[in-house]
């Protein structure tokens, strides 16, 4: 699967909502009603340093790998006449017959029928997601066509027209 443009970090402890150490951070969040991410490293540092990796040097790497994905995630391009991200993480896959995960270009991707079929699957996945989100906001029929509208705009290129 290629990535989202902020992967999730990779934690040393488990983050399962049955943990105690999760439990008991979910519930000072819900019990304050809103942190920063430097309270919650504050909370965990003063409650046993459960949740994040507090081993310096690997906590250091860990940080200079986000910032290359960052690093490659910011770039942009123009592909076939639309403005895409120049870079695109792909998982290792052997049934896709690609052969090892990392960064690639879009034109690699758009030239690799196993590649662009990962791609567009964590493009479906990951609306899916959205949709759910929506689901909760109990969308209006109104407001529905105002959206599927605009997806249809966006896909066909008609939104970059404009």
């Given amino acids: ?3 989202p443009a902020a992967p999730e970090p990779e934690p040393e402890t488990t983050w399962s909502p049955s943990a105690p150490h999760v439990r008991k951070m979910i519930a000072y969040v819900k019990k304050r009603g809103s942190v920063t991410a430097e309270e919650l490293v504050d909370w965990d540092r003063t409650h046993g ?5 507090w081993d310096d040097a690997n906590a250091a ?3 200079r790998k986000q910032q290359a994905r960052c690093f490659l995630n910011s770039f942009r391009r123009v592909f076939e006449g639309m ?11 052997e049934t896709r017959h690609i052969d090892e995960s990392g960064y690639f270009t ?3 991707i ?5 590649m662009r079929e990962q791609v567009v699957e964590d493009i479906m ?8 989100e929506l689901r909760m ?3 209006s029929p109104a407001e529905q066509r105002v959206l599927f509208d605009q997806l249809a705009e966006a896909i066909s290129g008609r939104a970059n027209a404009a």
């Fill in 1 to 3: 699967m290629s990535k």
């Fill in 49 to 53: 340093r459960l949740v994040f990796d």
């Fill in 61 to 63: 790497e860990e940080w």
């Fill in 83 to 93: 403005r895409v991200r120049a870079f695109i993480h792909i998982d290792e896959d």
């Fill in 106 to 108: 879009v034109e690699n």
């Fill in 110 to 114: 758009a030239a690799h029928p196993g």
């Fill in 125 to 132: 996945r990951r609306m899916k997601m959205m949709a759910s």
């Fill in 137 to 139: 906001w109990k969308l």
